[in-house]
């Protein structure tokens, strides 16, 4: 297993870095504590998972000793790699004026210049053992997390997931579509009395909808123009093609259009993925419940992939919200370790889908038991 740890000076692309990791597989965690990298790692190996870490300036030890104690405290099953990323100074400047963001050093009452220098200083005994020392100032995100790709899964393309979903007009077009086709103007199953109950997924609608020649011609329409482009989109640097089909209601048409697109790309290799808004939202609940962190240290690490776990076991989506008003998708080790909760502070715990209630029970279980730490 590989624990990557991902550092070097602000500005230089260590959040394109680490989202490129994620897309990978690897878990990710942004800003640990040194000190905490050997109980992370002792966490992911009962997994099997590799990591990636990132450590910038305000969580490096006082002592590179203390980081290379860290290293040797890491189980043996763990291969650490240290990446390095770097710019030269005025691209760093430049970015921060575009961006206009503050350094993470501005709090000393430095100029830019001069924290971008002390910075410098401080990482130097990260950057003089670093295993990969990748220089950004002529590289786009995109062509950063385009070699890390090469780098270290020795290919250029990753695999493009094709999402097929389904929607009724009168709930929205779906904001994540990066293709909308409108099939209101095929024939529609809702007027025939039987057909009305049933959705695009039953036999007797598919049949309903299989006798109409315009229903084929639009299908094989849509699915020649996705081929066409296609190999463009799969070298764009994208994880999803998200096509959305919309019908009046999201119940007939589009539920049947949007399945034999799915089917059709499957067939062809490509990985696919197909889900039905509407069907869902009669299918979801959505229930809610407040509780107390009572562990000590809060969400870290630890409590951080337990929860995760936790939550990847039920049909259900889990959202966490403190009392500021902060949200983070328990599906996100990342998102659960940046939120703000300390001891003592109420979380509210939201899930929805059909598990929704096992789901809320066992979170809230989890956090009454103090995550087994105390």
């Known amino acids: 297993m590989v624990l990557m740890i991902v550092s070097g000076r602000s500005g230089s692309g260590k959040s394109v870095a680490l989202r490129a990791l994620e ?16 109980e992370l790692a002792k966490t992911l190996a009962e997994r099997n998972s590799s990591a990636a870490v990132s450590i910038d300036v305000r969580n490096m030890p006082e002592s590179p000793e203390v980081f290379e104690y860290a290293m040797t405290q890491l189980p043996d099953s763990f291969s650490p790699q240290l990446l390095f990323l770097d710019a030269d ?6 970015r921060y004026s575009d961006t206009r963001r503050l350094h993470p050093l501005s ?4 100029s830019l210049e001069s924290a971008i220098d002390e910075e410098s200083d401080l990482l ?73 109950p049933m959705t695009g997924l039953d036999k007797p609608v598919a049949s309903f909808l299989d006798r109409h020649t315009e229903v084929h011609n639009f299908i094989y329409q849509t699915r020649s123009y996705l081929e066409q482009w296609l190999p463009m989109l799969e070298t764009n640097n994208r994880s999803y093609l998200t096509v959305a089909i919309g019908c009046t209601g999201g119940k007939h048409r589009s539920v049947y259009v949007a399945e034999q697109l799915a089917d059709y790309f499957r ?35 630890r409590p951080a992939m337990k929860l995760f776990e936790l939550v990847q ?18 599906s996100s080790v990342i998102a659960l370790l940046m939120l703000d909760s300390a001891q003592g502070r109420h979380i509210e715990v939201e ?3 059909p598990q929704a209630q096992q789901a809320l029970d066992a979170v809230i279980a989890l956090f009454n038991s103090g995550f087994d730490e105390d």
């Open 23 to 38: 897309d990978m597989g690897f878990y990710c965690v942004d800003n640990l504590p040194v000190v905490l990298l050997p």
């Open 89 to 94: 100074r005025n691209t760093l400047i430049r």
């Open 107 to 110: 709090s000393k009452n430095l």
């Open 124 to 196: 130097e005994p990260l950057r003089s053992r670093a295993d990969l020392i990748i220089d950004t100032s002529e590289m786009s995100v995109h062509e950063l997390a385009e070699m890390l790709r090469t780098r270290l899964l020795g290919k250029r393309e990753r695999e493009l997931t094709m999402v097929f979903e389904s929607f009724g007009f009168k709930h929205g077009i779906p904001i994540d579509a990066d293709y909308v086709f409108d099939v209101r103007f095929l024939p529609n199953p809702h007027w025939d009395p039987k057909l009305r």
């Open 267 to 301: 067939s062809r290799g490509k990985n696919v993925q197909s889900r039905h808004r509407t069907l869902e939202k009669t299918q979801a609940m959505t229930i809610k419940q407040t509780v107390e962190i009572k562990n000590r240290l809060g969400m870290h690490a």
């Open 313 to 330: 076991s039920f049909d259900a989506e889990v959202i966490l919200r403190n009392d500021s008003g902060t949200e983070a998708e328990a």
């Open 351 to 353: 899930a929805s889908g």
